[in-house]
């Protein structure tokens, strides 16, 4: 981990984020926008809602993502760029030209891009060094082909290791420092006895190995998803003992662009049925002050979390909180800072 990891460490632990946007409220614009290329997949992972999915499936126009960038370029840096959401980016085939334009644009801090790696060719990571993304967080979830079979019902396992490999020695050869590659697992009931062999494979192998612990349920209305987790106790050590409950930071920092510009309060809007607007037909800006959002910020701060279709019987704000902050400084939450005319 070199030295920009480690800023990188400390600006994401709870504390500091807590701070930094406590001294940001109100944002005059989102300090994280998560962009969605394709909603579009290779995979069916059993924790995914993705598959429940009932909205229309495409990919993102070249014009509209410019768009979205060059109006972020206006305000202070982003402080991370999703270019991911509900689906898997690198099916796009324009893929590397939306990050060539997002880099070259520098909007923000850190632009990360979440993928399962099966389509990770020597052309994409070539084109990922030179483009300087920072960080390709890469989802295995498994050490073992059985393991990966049984997570998410595809015999991917042996080339997503094969990519991986060959992207980690293409970053060697070129002598780059980016992006940051990290393999991911998640953990769950069924996979925790692999977590060790997991790290032996990656330790020496890749940038950095997480072992993520945040399984979860989305919003709650997945059928799928809750029959899959919600009786795992790798889900219940988070979830299942939730008692007062807080609003969900998320509304004060975060907007979710769907490929087709349909814009959602939250990522947990899976299904995209809680549009807040349009970005073909709007700003960004004029959607993150706009009444439907400040309505979600209103019925949070009052704790009506059941006035909300998306909010109701989630339980993501377990660990997207900041405690009773947003309780006791209810006005600076819901007032409005002067904005700047784009």
Known sequence: MNLQQIREKIKDSRL????RLQSRIPLEFPMVLN???TNRCTEKCIW????????????????????IIEEASHYPKLRKLFVHWMGEPLLHPNFLEFMEYASSKKIAEMILIATNGVLLTEEIMKGLIETQVDELYISIDAASPGM???????????????NIEQAM???????????FVRVKFLETDLNAEEIDVFKQQWGKNADSVVIEKDLSIWDGKSQKVNTNIKGMKSYLKNY??????YPCDRLWYLLAIQWNGKVSPCVCDWNGENDVGDVNDQTLAEIWHSDALRNYRYQHVNQAYHELSLCGICDRWGTRNMGD?????KER????PARNKV
Request: include cysteine; proline fraction near 3%; aromatic fraction near 8%.
């Open 16 to 19: 500091f984020r807590k701070k």
């Open 169 to 179: 020695a293409i970053k060697k050869q070129m002598k780059a420092k980016l992006p």
């Open 325 to 329: 902050w947003l309780l006791k400084n």
């Open 240 to 245: 299942g003992d939730l008692k007062n409950r």
């Open 48 to 67: 995914c809602p993705r598959d429940s999915m009932d909205r229309t499936q495409g990919f993102m126009d070249m014009l509209l993502f410019r768009k």
């Open 148 to 162: 990966y079979e049984r997570l998410k019902h595809t015999k991917h396992f042996e080339n997503i290791k094969h």
């Open 333 to 336: 939450a819901l007032s409005v």
């Open 35 to 37: 962009v969605e290329l």
